[in-house]
């Protein structure tokens, strides 16, 4: 851009400025922010986020300024260039995998090789041969080959045995066919297949004959099955014409990613094809060989729920820095009580419907946290019990709690981004927010990986399972949390307990606790008792899982506090008490009427829950800034004006309006006379070009 | 884009297709669409739509297919040409304002001479004087003088007291001199400024000298006032070096809009500059002389909060026709209580998770419908009793419902989009949902003409002085509604109704209305009587104004359907009577605290609503798809391959990948091992070689 020497250089924002109110604000607290953020997250990771911070920003590939400002095409090309950098600077500097994530992370982009890395090698691996393996691992290592993972289609998405895309076995050639017996078969929003993949895994029908050849050959289903396919030629990129493949266009978020479609016409792939680590085809009699241990693929889904949890403290924690600091160094309106001569006006996170808004969500931060970190050790244990001992005891419970959190933490993190952006007013709309990006990419998560209403289902059948067997077998054995609470809500005589949740931390435990045993025990009872359609009982499903869910936030929040010895100091341990409890008890507010119904907490103690709400949120206010601070987020990051670390908010939002803004550059009649359209002369000019 | 012929132009969806599927949805219902139309909307709408359509659709400039691919700059100038277009088209044609209203509309991009004819016009027009009239209208209605309106600036927004730029009378010189003292004084986001106003009004703070001139001048401020200033030059569009200005760059909507910033270093305008239809300086003596009838000026902002009503109802109604039709197509996953041998998986308009996020939205866009229109009614009421009689005894109602509304509105709309677009599914979050760019743009709605959460505020101030003026009369005169039912509350012995919302509609209209009525003797109690500081309570008065906003959406639906006898059929009546129950019962279940709390209804009928919500539910699924036909929202508007009218969802979907995606046209290098970017050579270009 054009350096511009004028008037503006010589203006300050009205004082006091940005930095002088977050050096205040971060004056109020004591909490230690180094210490807290190496708890929270541990000093190798922050090393790590440090030493490949320095890298990225002196790279000006990943400078962020202006990507928001581009076509489509070149948005994509970006991300592509900046996931080869990565994946050289990779080998040059040796970085490890956890560093190429980091580095990954901090870009911040979704990257056009994101389907080659998370799924494709993974799967490969995990579903192939030792001889499949063998072939293909060296080459998609060393990305040779680039590949895709292609399971919805048009026509499906969750329902997995839907699909529509056949592989059937010509015994002849010992080949599988491949074809999209519809429209809705192609394959579609599959990543890095639209333009970046030359393999990918199609999942498909296995088709296997059962009567003899000919046009009335007989087939049987088997049911989807991985193969693995080559889609374009290596080295012009083209596909062969027995495949149609493209990226789908222009999406609500993901715009550097090309999420693909994919048809295939009688496409023949040879017997290696098909993944055979589990199931496979005898070449020579063409019959199926059953999968010894289905469980293992099934654990591997239950991964990539259990870390979303992480992802969604750390998408939220982004919102959340923005807010805080941002709103701390705004104001708007006097305080029409204060006396006539106050010279500032409110500092916007001093009004009581902004803080209702940001700081249970700032405590929800937390929250999320402790629930991530003990559903990393639930799966690391479940791993170790599967694959030392073959014991699958803690799996159910893993996928249920796994599939539970998963709907509930995504729909907080996506509802509180935009509640964050919301609560900032104008500037919050603006491109200066850092939000835009991170909220078109995060509102794909409510949907992906289970959509958020259907997986809750999992979790009903779960816990109705656990009710049935407390129900059927007179002396249970108790070994999960979940299960010994069903067990003390059945024992327990008294059905209204009245809990003192203003007073007592451990009764917000039992009331969380209380409700979802309540809601599973009416689930169990509608469903298997007065055998109502599970279909009608959907809403039931979904408002159980969500009942469930909170209480293993909760449960987990406080069961860390409890248990945590490493705490930097007395001030944060009190303040993570307060979190605590905000989150709890605000979260208990908007679901009172559950909370009554079931006897947990009288409608009394409901009603003094507000007042409770407006306390905590007063102690925790003078921390909140060094309580975000402490979630590390770099400014390369949050790549906002509005949260920079050192409060230059209005500087830098002039900065990037005055002197970054290409619309700024170009030239233009704006007489409405005139009919001409100056047209860049690029992907954009092409593209008006065709209208 | 290319022709493509290839093995895909054979290929169909797998039925039954969704053109079959919206055919028998629509024979399902009786509901006549065209005549309901009508009366919902008028014939003469539905003419001028018709008319200005056909025009539109034929010219390649408004063809919408790529759009969503282009650079910022590009989409600016597409815009730009469209907003040219329609000015020719309006002078070619004949076109009325509400023809010319209807193009913008229908071509769906916030225009970048938006703010010329909304706000520039309006304002020189209702603040001008006489002179001033005479001199600018001609100009401004030719578009020879293209202006914005520059009112918010980069640190305040809501606050326009506390606007910085200053506007000092020279006597001397008899000039006003802007400047802009802070870079917070910086105007911001001011629409059609960026590139295309060569005008604008600029509110800023009246200064008047008090003591003779010199350095030491002191100088009385009057509050802001408006100025008509060129800020660039009518040929080269340059501004003089007093001034700077540009666009601020992109943000989570309003692409094609090139919202500015603007700064003044000492920059001198005539006398003539300020807006004197009501308040001026003398000339000759520097002396302020005070406006007549500040309220009529008042009037105009209520003007535009009340069309915010009918806006929102739009926006909405268009989710809501893309979601209803896609979610009868889509069908996933069979029964599992169903029979094996059950052919067809489940329509997703079925699952009951489904329905209950998008029948109440349905039902809402009638709600909005007849709260729109008494809103209009009440503000040409409101507005012939100012002009003829001087009486302003309505504007204060007219103004706390009209912010109430905004409110509570717009909130309902911008979630509600969100809402259908998530329940969608993967689609959903695919360009094809039609809902990206409404999404987008439509999310500013919450904080624009009065931030949601603040304009509450005034809801609370007019029922705290409603219930102290009934508390301090003995007699009072009740005419309003509002005041009738303040009354009633008042005079009522029983404070404990328990009526019977589920058999009795006047029940649940008074059950609204009590709640209403509680809460703002409530919150005079907490304000008036205990004395509590007015931002403390901002919480509950954010709350009574939601409950009073309800309470008026619910009592408008009753009061249209009690005495509209111009529906088309008995059946439209009896289903409109369900939407009505619908929208009332599950906006009392979502707050079925308060309605417990206040006294209107016990905690038994309350719990028994959900099962009358799912009852309504199954009456109205039938009609789901006659009744968004109804809402005669086109095709071109919805710009959705999911909602499409004819249901040709799949087809779209495919085509518009396939067949008009640029970025399947580009070419480039996906190796990692090269370290290509292969540019764009337009903007694109431009700004990724700036990197």
């Not at 479940?382 to 799996?395: C, H, N, P, Q, V």
């Amino acid at each position: 851009m054009a350096k511009k020497d004028d008037f503006s250089a010589a203006l300050k924002p009205a004082a006091p400025d940005g930095a002088t109110i977050l050096a205040n604000e971060r004056a109020r607290s004591s909490i230690p922010v180094e210490d807290f953020s190496r708890y929270l997250l541990t000093p190798q990771y922050l090393d790590k986020q440090d030493r490949i911070l320095k890298v990225l920003e002196n790279d000006p590939l990943f400078k962020k300024t202006n990507q928001a400002n581009l076509a489509r095409p070149d948005r994509y090309k970006l991300a592509l260039a900046r996931g080869k950098r990565i994946r050289q600077l990779k080998e040059k500097l040796g970085w490890s995998e956890e560093d190429y994530h980091m580095a990954a992370a901090l870009c911040d982009d979704v990257l056009p090789y994101h389907l080659h890395t998370a799924m494709f090698i993974t799967t490969v691996c995990q579903q192939g041969s030792e001889g499949q393996k063998a072939y293909w691992m060296p080459k998609l290592e060393s990305w040779e080959v680039i590949g895709a993972y292609a399971q919805t289609e048009l026509g499906h998405g969750s329902n997995v045995r839907g699909l529509e895309l056949e592989a059937r076995w010509d015994p002849k050639t010992k080949e599988f066919v491949l074809h999209s017996p519809h429209l809705t078969a192609s394959k579609w929003w599959n990543g890095s297949m639209g333009r970046t993949a030359n393999h990918v895994i199609a999942v498909a029908q296995l088709l296997l004959p059962v009567s003899g050849p000919g046009p009335e050959t007989k087939y049987k289903n088997y049911g989807p099955h991985p193969f693995i396919v080559q889609i374009r030629d290596m080295k012009t990129q083209q596909p062969p014409k027995s495949i149609l493949v493209g990226d789908i266009g222009p999406k609500y978020g993901y715009d550097s990613m090309d999420n693909g479609y994919l048809l295939f016409n009688q496409h023949r792939v040879p017997h290696g094809a098909m993944l055979a680590g589990y199931s496979r085809v005898n070449p020579d009699t063409g019959e199926y060989i059953k999968p010894k241990n289905p469980e293992v693929v099934y654990g591997t889904m239950t991964h990539v729920r259990a870390r979303l949890v992480m992802e969604a403290r750390l998408a939220l924690a982004r919102a959340v820095t923005v807010a805080v600091r941002y709103l701390s160094i705004r104001r708007q309106f006097k305080d029409q009580d204060a006396p006539s001569n106050t010279a500032l006006e409110t500092n916007v996170l001093d009004y009581p419907t902004v803080q209702f808004r940001i700081l249970p969500l700032l405590a929800t931060t937390f929250a999320l946290h402790y629930s991530g970190k003990a559903m990393g050790e639930l799966y690391e244990r479940t791993r170790k019990d599967i694959e030392k001992s073959g014991d699958f005891a803690t799996l159910a419970e893993l996928h249920s709690t796994s599939s539970g959190l998963k709907s509930l933490c995504t729909d907080i993190s996506a509802n509180g981004i935009e509640t964050c952006r919301r609560a900032m007013g104008g500037h919050g709309f603006g491109g200066g927010s850092g939000l835009v990006q991170l909220n078109n990419n995060y509102l794909s998560k409510p949907t992906v990986e289970g959509d958020n209403y259907m997986i809750t289902q999992q979790v009903a059948r779960y816990l109705i399972k656990k009710v049935r067997e407390l129900a059927q077998t007179v002396k249970s054995r108790a070994t999960t949390r979940t299960e010994e609470n069903l067990k003390r809500f059945l024992y327990s005589k008294d059905k209204t307990l009245n809990l003192n949740v203003l007073k007592n931390n451990e009764d917000i435990v039992q009331a969380f606790e209380w409700r979802s045993a309540y809601l599973s025990f009416k689930a169990y009872e509608k469903r298997e008792i007065q055998k109502k359609p599970w279909n009608s009982l959907l809403i039931d499903f979904y408002r159980l899982s969500r009942a469930h869910s909170q209480s293993i936030l909760v449960q987990n929040f406080h069961a860390a506090l409890e248990t945590s010895h490493d705490l930097p100091s007395p001030q944060t341990r009190e303040v993570l008490w307060d979190l605590f409890r905000l989150f709890a008890l605000s979260t208990m507010e908007t679901e009172a009427r559950e909370f009554y119904s079931c006897g947990a907490v009288s409608n009394e103690e409901l009603d003094a829950v507000t007042a409770d709400v407006f306390e905590l949120m007063q102690r925790i206010r003078p921390h909140a800034v060094r309580l975000v601070d402490s979630w590390a987020i770099p400014d390369f990051l949050l790549n906002s004006a509005l949260g920079r670390y050192d409060g230059k908010v209005y500087e830098e939002l002039f900065e990037m309006a005055h002197r970054q803004n290409p619309l700024n550059e170009v030239t233009f009649n704006p007489d409405y006379r005139t009919d001409e359209l100056v047209l860049g002369s690029g992907d954009g000019g092409h593209i008006l070009s065709k209208l």
